[in-house]
């Protein structure tokens, strides 16, 4: 008999950063995507319940603004359960600075965003890791859109990968949470939305030129994809 569906838990803090191409990812490998928007209104569970994996998206929001977005401390209260669970988690960009901050990392902000199809310099340590070893080369080009960022891992962490400018570009915390400042699941669509709308794109630019530039690097797109179906494959094997 097969087993039957694993389920992973997807927190979407804003339209405009949707899942993309993790939810076909996710359902190429016969998991089960929960979406919850709750910025819509869906309210995140109490805890992990059955769920198998947890991902927590982007979003243009501060990631200390709770406030403005009161189901944020809830999102870091799942991250600390998730590792606590040792659940295969990914974060990332906003769901990156949120796991570090639920994990006594720190956060910060550079002087300059760093918007579009940027490169990035893996460790020795992530050529080897399950996750980010997918990426295939030590200098990928990923797609970036943030000017908040991780100033300082938590605890138990390897550094997996640095930015252009130095900063941390991703990061494992302990053996099962994967944070990453850039976007994997990143459609040329949501490139062109974020183009559009983000106060973080310099003035001038075209928006349809971000998303050309991710149109026309496959390898970031295979990259991202790669990188995801590796997490996938955490969720299924963990």
Known sequence: MDAPPSDVLVIEHEADCPPGVLADVLAEAGLTLHLHRPYRGDQ??????????????????????DAEHPWLPQTRRLLALALDRHLPTLGICLGAQLAASALEGRIGRRDQPLVGVTPITLTPESRED??????GTEQPAVVSWNQDTVTALPPHSTLLATDADGGIAAF????????????????????ETWARTSRLTPKGTDPREPAAALTTSP??????????????QQVITD
Do not use: I
């Open 44 to 65: 995140l569970p109490v805890d992990l319940g059955t769920f198998e994996g947890l991902v927590v998206l982007g979003g243009g929001m501060d990631a200390r603004d």
């Open 130 to 135: 399950p996750v980010t070893g997918a990426l």
């Open 172 to 191: 494992r915390t302990g053996t099962s949470l994967w944070a990453v400042q850039f976007h994997p699941e990143a459609t040329a669509p949501a490139v």
């Open 219 to 232: 390898s970031t797109l295979a990259g991202g994809r790669a990188l995801l179906e590796a997490f996938a």
